[in-house]
């Protein structure tokens, strides 16, 4: 069973840089396909970025192709996620998740573990 925890979350203005982590435990980072996505509020969860076992990446949604970077830490378990160039419609909470499978997938079923959420908010 893997436990994941995101942190790093907070209140950013426009414009600025966020790096959200997700640590976990029993299990390790770089044998799971490992994903970011989120939700805004009235929406539903998005794919943002993932990054399989191999090392390849992934970027889904238009809004934030190329502002966004995920890397991995094996040495401390721990995925994170860069988001630079915020905006307000970046406000949502987001999620790391882990895939037995391995590879980085866009499509949240194929995900096994779920981290609880930490909020982004993005003030204009």
């Known amino acids: 069973q893997v436990h994941l925890v995101e942190s790093g979350g907070g209140l950013v203005q426009a414009g600025g840089s966020l790096r959200l982590s997700c640590a976990a435990s029993g299990g390790t980072v770089s044998r799971y396909g490992m994903g970011w996505f989120r939700q805004a509020p009235g929406k539903e969860r998005e794919f943002v970025t993932a990054?399989?076992?191999?090392?390849?990446?992934?970027f889904y949604v238009d809004s934030v192709k190329g502002r966004p970077t995920i890397s991995r830490d094996n040495a401390k378990n721990t995925v994170y996620l860069q988001m630079n160039s915020l905006k307000p419609e970046d406000t949502a909470v987001y999620y790391c998740?882990?895939?037995?499978?391995?590879?980085?997938?866009?499509?949240?079923?194929?995900?096994?573990?779920w981290g609880q959420g930490i909020q982004v908010t993005v003030s204009s």
């Open positions: 998740a882990a895939a037995t499978m391995g590879w980085a997938s866009r499509d949240q079923r194929d995900y096994d573990y």
């Open positions: 990054i399989s076992r191999s090392g390849e990446r992934q």
